[in-house]
Nanobody, 124 residues
């Protein structure tokens, strides 16, 4: 079993930055597919960014967000720059032991483990 705990959310003005963290315990996640998803009120959950053999980003965040991981800390990060009000959502991290070869599959694959989420609010 893998437990995931997100942190780093908060309130920020448009144009600002935040860094989300996803701390894993129970298993080493260095060889796992990892991803960030978000869900805004009244909307479906959407893929934001993922990493496996490669990284992959949703078009809406490409060039602004960066996904990374620190294997020594068993933690994944999402650096979010140039934030926009439409980035407001609850952000959740996900992990799965199966890493797809095609990076776009990171957006569509099933993930076995999920965190509880952290709220990001961007004011205009």
């Amino acid at each position: 079993q893998v437990q995931l705990v997100e942190s780093g959310g908060g309130l920020v003005q448009a144009g600002g930055s935040l860094r989300l963290s996803c701390a894993a315990s129970g298993r080493t996640i260095s060889n796992y597919a990892m991803a960030w998803f978000r869900q805004a009120p009244g909307k479906e959950r959407e893929f934001v960014a993922g990493m496996g053999w490669n990284t992959y980003y949703a078009d809406s965040v490409k060039g602004r967000f960066t996904i990374s991981r620190d294997n020594a800390k068993n933690t994944m990060y999402l650096q979010m720059n140039s934030l926009k009000p439409e980035d407001t959502a609850a952000y959740s991290c996900a992990a799965d032991p199966s890493r797809p070869w095609a990076p776009e599959q990171l957006a569509r694959k099933r993930y076995d483990y999920w965190g509880q989420g952290t709220q990001v609010t961007v004011s205009s």
